[in-house]
């Protein structure tokens, strides 16, 4: 398999335009998780999806973000209107046994809004 | 919720040499630790883990050790080489809540050849 992949890999945009970040998660692993990487508060779990379904978005910063999982095989994680505090390291992960088990992350999406 | 605080933020040492970094945790409950390594531009890898039955795990060499009363756990690099140079973030899970993994802020660790 080819791992948790992710696109785009650098995302620049300006300040209220909408992004959308994607992830194919493993094939078979039932969990699926996005997790945002700042200096400041390092590795944040946002929102995670166990069989598709959203089981915990406590972690999702403000109804400017949103989080689908049409299938077992794409997830997508919008920010519409995006904001400069939003430039981070967007990472998906994807775990085929328990939202405890061990986390395979894809390579991360770097956003950065002007 | 669970709180991990993790020391120190940055470690430099020899190749050859030992490296130490500590964990403590907030949640008594808590029973699984795992440690994730990451590389530059890269996502973050899980290297070792341990739960709460036992205290202490190897692999090679690597190891973890974990003190439940005292709520902390410490990841033993031996031996370190210039390819474990990267940033480690120690982990717990969250009993009293959705059971999600919180992670440490990171020890970016510097293997100086």
């Known amino acids: 398999d080819a791992g948790v992949i992710q696109s785009p890999r650098h995302e620049v945009t300006e300040m209220g335009q909408e992004v959308t970040l994607r992830c194919k998660p493993i094939?078979?692993?039932?969990?699926l998780f996005w997790y945002r990487q700042t200096m400041m508060r390092g590795l944040e779990l946002l929102i995670y999806?166990?069989?598709?379904?959203?089981?915990?978005d406590s972690g999702m910063p403000e109804d400017r973000f949103s989080a689908k999982m049409p299938n077992a095989s794409f997830s997508t994680l919008k920010i519409q209107p995006s904001e400069p505090r939003d430039s981070a390291v967007y990472f998906c992960?994807?775990?085929?046994?328990?939202?405890?088990?061990?986390?395979?992350f894809g390579e991360g999406s770097r956003l950065t809004v002007l | 919720g669970e709180n991990v605080e993790q020391h120190p933020s940055t470690l430099s040492v020899q190749e050859g040499d030992s490296a130490v970094i500590k964990c403590t945790y907030s949640?008594?409950?808590?029973?699984?630790f795992p440690w994730y390594k990451q590389e530059l531009g890269k996502g973050p890898q899980l290297i070792i883990d341990i739960r709460s039955n036992v205290g202490e795990k190897k692999d090679q060499r690597i190891a973890v050790t974990l003190n439940k009363t005292a709520k902390h756990f410490s990841l033993h690099i031996t031996e370190t080489q210039p390819e474990d140079s990267a940033v480690y973030f120690c982990a717990a899970d969250d009993q009293t809540g959705a059971n999600n993994l919180f992670f440490g802020t990171g020890t970016r660790l510097t293997v100086i050849p």
């Open positions: 999806f166990n069989n598709n379904v959203p089981i915990d």
């Open positions: 992960a994807s775990s085929e046994i328990s939202n405890t088990g061990e986390l395979f």
């Open positions: 949640d008594s409950a808590s029973n699984y």
């Open positions: 094939s078979g692993h039932d969990y």
